[in-house]
């Protein structure tokens, strides 16, 4: 019965997400006249009443804790878990302040959605090297801006019982070589909405996002020992926190 009910929900959702997609996709045509990093900050504003929006019609709940470990003229490079596609509606709109998403290329493809996708991203094709270094530079360069960084450092969605896979270099290799601050946030419940491995499932639930307090990079730390700093500290966070 659960599965039936899912896949009615899931149509409801997917027609509200279309029917509110074609007045979003206008409004992020008519800002790409505006320079950066003002540009991303007017995304933000529109994504955030787009998804409060989205959420409140499907259902959905979102719970933010720890928004005061975000210090006014700070940027940071915020690392997120990754359990489902529910994670960047979540993290782009309720990150304090202006942001880009690390994220794939491939997405900016889709017909409406994409120019959106990609507004809001440094977009990155994995399989090819210097796409990576491209999106590497890219990177710096929105913190440059005076914006937050967003990487998921797990690479993909986890689909393990692991409250984390293995984090990648990227993250922790861009806070080296920038000396910018890494903010962990931990994503809950995101799965229980969209679940991995489920075709046309759509379970409205209460999800919730938690800023840590940000670690400041140690000179003495490589990226391998930073690494797995965060892991533990990200790791530890899920396991208490998770319901």
């Not at 928004?67 to 304090?96: L, Q």
């Not at 493809?109 to 809001?120: H, M, T």
């Not at 270094?133 to 929105?142: A, G, L, Q, T």
Request: net charge positive; glycine share 4%; proline share 7%.
């Amino acid at each position: 019965m659960k599965n039936i009910l899912a896949k009615i929900f899931a149509s409801w959702a997917l027609i509200i997400f279309i029917i509110t997609l074609l007045p979003v996709a206008l409004l992020m045509w008519v800002i790409g006249i505006i320079d950066e990093p003002k540009r991303t900050r007017v995304f933000r504003i529109i994504s955030k009443v787009w998804m409060r929006v989205f959420f409140f019609f499907t259902g959905c709940g979102l719970k933010i804790v720890g928004k005061n470990n975000f210090k006014p003229g700070e940027k940071y490079i915020i690392t997120c878990n990754h359990n489902s596609f529910m994670d960047v509606p979540v993290t782009t709109p309720f990150i304090p302040g202006a942001n880009k998403t690390i994220a794939k290329s491939e997405m900016a493809k889709i017909p409406l959605f994409g120019p959106i996708y990609k507004r809001g991203a440094v977009l990155v094709d994995r399989k090819d090297k210097n796409s990576r270094k491209d999106s590497f530079r890219k990177m710096k360069n929105v913190l440059d801006l005076g914006m937050h960084m967003c990487i998921y450092p797990e690479g993909t969605r986890n689909k393990t019982e692991l409250p984390l896979k293995e984090f990648h270099d990227g993250a922790f290799k861009l806070a080296i070589e920038t000396r910018v601050s890494i903010l962990p946030a931990l994503i809950f419940n995101t799965r229980k909405v969209l679940p991995p491995g489920k075709l046309f499932y759509f379970w409205p639930s209460k999800m919730e996002m938690h800023f840590l307090p940000p670690v400041a990079i140690n000179a003495e730390e490589d990226v391998t020992q930073l690494k797995d700093k965060i892991h533990e500290i990200m790791s530890n966070y899920y396991v208490a926190h998770k319901r």
